[in-house]
Each structure stands twice: as structure tokens, then as C-alpha cells.
């Protein structure tokens, strides 16, 4: 078992994190907690603590004052927020381990421990004081510019790695051997790091997408060192290297586009790109209020994540830059910020099951902000009514419409009643049994044909949810309406 001390002002926050690690960890985790930095650095100094969760801004000492008082490193894992960017930066000085920003988002925040038990593996001791590198940030930089081109993010990360020109150039690297992704990033750090370069560096496709930056617009420098990481890592591995690069772009707006047109060009990376989305059938789906259609728009790239693992990242992007077009075109500016807040979990969302709920539930909002006050229509609850509507004999249910409508099926259920005040079975029921009663009125068939007409082949059951629905049963509800049939007749 490993102590962890959450060291946070804020007791909400502390009780977020321990629910967290009991779901994923149950019994891993003998907590303690520290509500200031005070009070974290005596229980650091007192206590053998293996994992410190520490808030770097708390009144009193904070987070970096702790860090710079403590007399053993144990590993850390820093909450910052946008604006502390500047104190995330000296305390990767400190040997921090790995950062969230506050709010963590859970799959952000279960790989940051994740890593913690990995390299506890790797110890199998108490963790000593130790000099932390700089990839955790040049990762998550990398990525950033690869798919998310979060700017303030972007800006945060340069300042902390000491970056400060605003050029990159990108290129896609490959060595001609079957070797583990891991190693191969961990070499190419190693080099870039001796050579003292300015750089960000990722896994991407079976290679890595490595990113040099310069304070000009020429991008001799950052080719030629370039073309040396490959003939090293070549001559390191005694296998082929190819590098391939694209143009040399501002790191805030051109990115992650250019990256994108990249890999448009690079022969591995071409199946992901045959999930293109329609951006006007998107587009369309949104103005007509089509729930349906729009999903349908982005379902060949949320099929894509089921069948290519490997460009996960690249997907999310491209699903990311359809849905914010999408709403940059239906919205403009307005509810930009809330737009953003919701559509962010792609980011962690991890397979497509996440992704297309996360997505489904941006879709419902982004139709509620599109049609304003007129109500509910051709959402994907619409979607369903009508379908049911239709024609009720089919043998629909929640599953079978989740399916069709590429949602998750419970989402939808919630999402009917909250709609409708009613469950979808409920729904279902009263509208064939309001068919029947309309085929009562007009036709002449026999009450066991009618019964299939709308849905129920078995006539015993038929009659059953017929006296639930209407207090009798079928037979004599017909000879109800034949009675005052013959009544009209005789008064004519």
C-alpha cells in the first residue's frame, strides 16, 4: 500500500481525488491530507510519504514554497491552472514528476498515477530525490501541436520549457525497425537534449513527430538538425531512418493544420484520413435540426477509432476541428466559452464508446442553442418519436435506436425522459395501443390481426397491455365502440 498526501486547500478537491484513486486503485491508497502547505511540508518531513498530489497555489506556502523546504523528493504530481504556468515552470526545477490542470480530467488524472505505479515497478524502493526530465512537458507540447492547438495551453508550455520562439518545424520520423515506440522517443530526447535544441516530441504512427523551433521564418537551421537526428538514430540502430517534413509554421494558429496537412502526405498515416467528415452535410444536419444526420456526418470517423487504435489522437482532432467549425458556423462567437468547456473531453475521451457519447451529448446542446426557444425538434428524442410514430409494429427498443442513432444507449434512455416525462417501453406501449383502437374504429379485422398490425404477435399479451392501457380488454372495448355505432345509426 503507498501514502499518498493530497496536499490541496480546497476540501472539495481533496475528496475528488481520493474518490477517484479508491475507484480505480481500491486499497492501493492510505491517504493523508494536507489543507495548506504548511501543513503538508510538516507531514512530508514527518511521514514516509511514496506519492505527493500538490496544489501549487494555497495560501500560506505554497505548492513550490513546500518543494523548496523539503528535505526528501517523493514523487509529485502538481495541480496548476492555466494562469500558474509560471510557478509549473520552477517546479519542474524541483523534480516534479507529472502536472494536471485543476480541474484534472479523470483519464488525465488515472494516467498521471498510472505512470506513478509504473515507475514504482521499476524502483520496487522508496522513490530518492531526483532530477525530473523535461518530457513530460515536451510531450504534452508535442500533442498540443499535433492535435488539440489549445492556445493559452501552447503558451504555458513554451514559458515553462523556456522556449520563447514562435516558429516550428515539423517532421515525421521513422526508423526501418521493429522496436518499441517508448525506445525510440526516449532516444531521440537524448540526443536533442545533448545537442541543447529547442524541441517538443511525440509518438506518432509506429515513428515520432518531432517539432524544432526557431525564432525566425528560416527553417535551414531546424532541417539541417533534422536530418542529423535521423542519420544518428540511424547509425544508433543500424537501421534505415526517413524524415519528412512539412513547412515551417507559427506554433499559434497554424498548428495543429499544418500537422494535419502532414500527415495527409505520409503513406502510414493515409487509412485515418479516409474518415473524412462532410463538414456541409454537418453543417446541414445542424440548420435542419437533424440529430440523426449529424451523427451520420461523423460516423466514419468514430467507426475509425474502433479499427485504428494506433492514430486514436489524430481522429480526435479531426473530430474536434469538425464539430468546432461546425458550431463557429451555426453559433459565430456566441457561447464560445461554453462550447469549449463541453467539447474539451474529447481530448481524454479514450475509444470510440467515449467519444461518441461525449460527442452525442455536444450535438444535443449545440441543436438547444441552434433553435433557441422553438422546443424540441428533430433532436435525436424527435428522431425517435417520429420513428416510433412511423410505424409502431416494429420491434424498436432503446438498444436497437442507440444503435441506429450512434449513441449510448442509457444516455438516450435518460435523455427520453427527460424529455418526455415518460420511459421509452411506457411510450412505446401507449402509441400501439392508440393504433389499435384507431384500427378498431376503421377496419374490420379481427382484433388478433390488429394486434400484429401494431406490434404484438402474441394476442394474450395484446390483451393484457390493452386492459392496462384502456381499463378493459379488447373484445369488450370493441363491443363498446360497435354498440355506439349501431346507436349512430339507428338515430339516422
Request: aromatic share 8%; net charge negative; hydrophobic share 40%.
Amino acid at each position: 500500500m503507498y501514502r499518498v498526501l493530497i496536499a490541496d486547500d480546497e476540501l472539495r478537491d481533496r475528496n475528488i481525488i481520493k474518490i477517484l484513486l479508491e475507484r480505480r486503485y481500491a486499497g492501493q491508497f492510505q491517504f493523508l491530507e494536507a489543507e495548506n502547505g504548511q501543513q503538508a511540508l510538516e507531514i512530508l518531513n514527518r511521514e514516509q510519504v511514496q506519492l505527493l498530489i500538490l496544489d501549487i497555489n494555497m495560501p500560506g506556502l505554497s505548492g513550490i514554497d513546500v518543494l523548496h523546504g523539503l528535505k526528501g523528493m517523493p514523487y509529485v504530481i502538481v495541480l496548476t491552472a492555466y494562469d500558474n504556468f509560471e510557478y509549473t515552470r520552477e517546479a519542474l526545477r524541483y523534480g516534479v514528476r507529472d502536472y494536471l490542470l485543476k480541474p484534472p480530467l479523470r483519464e488525465e488524472f488515472y494516467r498521471a498515477v498510472d505512470h506513478f505505479l509504473e515507475d514504482c515497478e521499476r524502483v520496487q524502493e522508496n522513490l530518492a530525490p531526483q532530477i525530473q526530465s523535461r518530457e513530460v512537458f515536451t510531450r504534452d507540447l508535442a500533442r498540443q501541436l499535433m492535435y488539440f492547438g489549445d492556445a493559452k495551453k501552447i503558451r504555458g508550455l513554451l514559458n515553462v520549457l523556456d522556449i520563447t520562439e514562435q516558429h516550428a518545424l515539423c517532421g515525421l520520423l521513422r526508423v526501418d525497425l521493429e522496436t518499441d515506440q517508448g525506445c525510440l522517443l526516449d532516444e531521440a530526447e537524448e540526443l536533442l537534449d545533448r545537442w541543447e535544441a529547442k524541441y517538443a516530441a511525440a509518438a506518432y504512427g509506429g515513428g515520432l513527430a518531432v517539432f524544432l523551433f526557431c525564432r525566425d521564418e528560416d527553417a535551414s537551421e531546424p532541417l539541417q538538425l533534422l536530418t542529423r537526428l535521423a542519420q544518428s538514430l540511424e547509425n544508433d540502430l543500424c537501421a534505415p531512418a526517413r524524415v519528412q517534413t512539412g513547412p515551417l509554421a507559427s506554433v499559434f494558429g497554424s498548428y495543429p493544420k499544418t500537422f494535419l496537412e502532414l500527415t495527409r502526405f505520409e503513406k502510414d498515416g493515409q487509412m485515418a484520413f479516409r474518415a473524412e467528415v462532410q463538414q456541409t452535410d454537418l453543417e446541414d444536419a445542424v440548420r435542419h435540426r437533424d440529430f440523426a444526420a449529424a451523427m451520420e456526418a461523423l460516423r466514419p470517423i468514430l467507426e475509425a477509432m474502433e479499427k485504428s487504435e494506433e492514430y486514436e489522437d489524430l481522429l480526435k482532432y479531426q473530430l474536434l476541428l469538425a464539430l468546432s467549425q461546425c458550431t463557429s458556423q451555426i453559433l459565430g462567437g456566441k457561447a464560445a466559452n461554453e462550447a469549449y468547456h463541453r467539447i474539451s473531453g474529447l481530448i481524454s475521451a479514450r475509444g470510440r464508446e467515449q467519444a461518441t457519447e461525449i460527442t452525442a451529448r455536444y450535438l444535443e446542446w449545440l441543436l438547444q442553442e441552434a433553435r433557441g426557444t422553438d422546443g424540441l425538434r428533430n433532436n435525436v428524442v424527435q428522431v425517435v418519436l417520429e420513428k416510433v410514430q412511423e410505424d409502431c409494429s416494429q420491434p424498436w427498443s432503446i438498444d436497437s435506436l442507440a444503435d441506429r442513432l450512434h449513441v449510448n444507449a442509457c444516455y438516450l434512455s435518460h435523455l427520453f425522459k427527460e424529455h418526455t416525462g415518460r420511459c421509452f417501453t411506457d411510450y412505446l406501449a401507449e402509441q400501439r395501443i392508440t393504433q389499435a383502437v384507431e384500427l378498431m374504429k376503421t377496419t374490420d379485422m379481427s382484433l388478433a390481426r390488429i394486434g400484429e398490425q401494431v406490434g404484438y404477435g402474441d394476442p394474450n399479451y395484446f390483451s393484457r397491455v390493452f386492459k392496462k392501457r384502456r381499463g378493459v380488454g379488447p373484445r369488450e372495448f370493441s363491443r363498446t365502440l360497435k354498440g355506439g355505432r349501431q346507436k349512430l345509426h339507428k338515430n339516422d
